[in-house]
């Protein structure tokens, strides 16, 4: 069956450090991979777009990579703030056509000052 | 700049009653989607829209209904409410060409079902 796979378990790292949260999927070939950031009693919105023929792409302090043949997506925030602290969900595409997105469960991150 | 609305933010039902959620956004986009997030579970795509006049379930529509009249409205409306459907329900949209895939969110409607 299709799954995706996020770190269920809180990421808890020193300010200043670089947050590196992964996502994992099975029995999907997706167009594109999204991660979204969440925080408590908000809708997701949106920070990054990587395409499956792109390796890695970035914005600003936020770093995407991308490899289908381990069917993973890492996603790093370097010199991470304790305004980092949120919940990062990963999504995919496995349509190919009207956008219908799968999520992930997400990962809490907590970056302590 | 309002992007996406959702109204109410929050509701309490009895187990059987109806209602709707409503969610309005002034982007023009085509596509419109409605999400339901548990704990442990991430979002789950209920019912979508590419368009006025179209629209097809997700992975969990049973006990919803929607419709699209309109490009900016796409109201859910439960039919008769199970405590299952205790959950916060999150309204999307997406600009249909080009494919980004990028969603907008509205905030959240948190409705419990006693």
């Known amino acids: 069956s299709q799954k995706i796979e996020q770190n269920s378990e809180a990421l808890n790292i020193q300010e200043g450090k670089t947050a590196t949260l992964t996502c994992n999927y099975t029995?999907?070939?997706?167009?594109?991979l999204q991660w979204y950031r969440q925080d408590p009693g908000r809708g997701p919105v949106f920070l990054l777009l990587i395409r499956e023929n792109e390796k890695e792409k970035r914005k600003e302090r936020l770093k995407v990579t991308f490899d289908t043949t381990l069917k993973q997506s890492l996603f790093h925030i370097t010199a991470s703030q304790p305004a980092d602290s949120a919940t990062y969900l990963c999504a995919l595409d496995h349509s190919g056509g009207y956008q219908k997105v799968t999520f992930g469960i997400g990962t809490k991150l907590q970056v302590i000052p | 700049n309002a992007g996406v609305t959702q109204t109410p933010k929050f509701q309490v039902l009895k187990t059987g009653q109806s209602m709707t959620l409503q969610c309005a956004q002034d982007?023009?986009?085509?596509?419109m989607s409605w999400y339901r997030q548990d704990p442990g579970m991430g979002l789950r795509l209920i019912h979508y829209?590419?368009?006025?006049?179209?629209?097809d379930q997700g992975e969990v529509p049973n006990g919803y209904n929607v419709s699209r009249s309109t490009t900016e409205d796409f109201p859910l409306r439960l039919l008769s409410a199970a405590p299952s459907q205790t959950s916060v329900y999150f309204c999307?949209?997406?600009?249909?060409?080009?494919?980004?895939?990028?969603?907008?969110f509205g905030e959240g409607s948190r409705l419990t079902v006693l």
């Open positions: 029995n999907y070939s997706p167009a594109y």
């Open positions: 829209s590419v368009g006025a006049g179209i629209t």
């Open positions: 999307a949209s997406s600009s249909e060409t080009g494919y980004t895939g990028e969603l907008f």
């Open positions: 982007m023009n986009h085509e596509y």
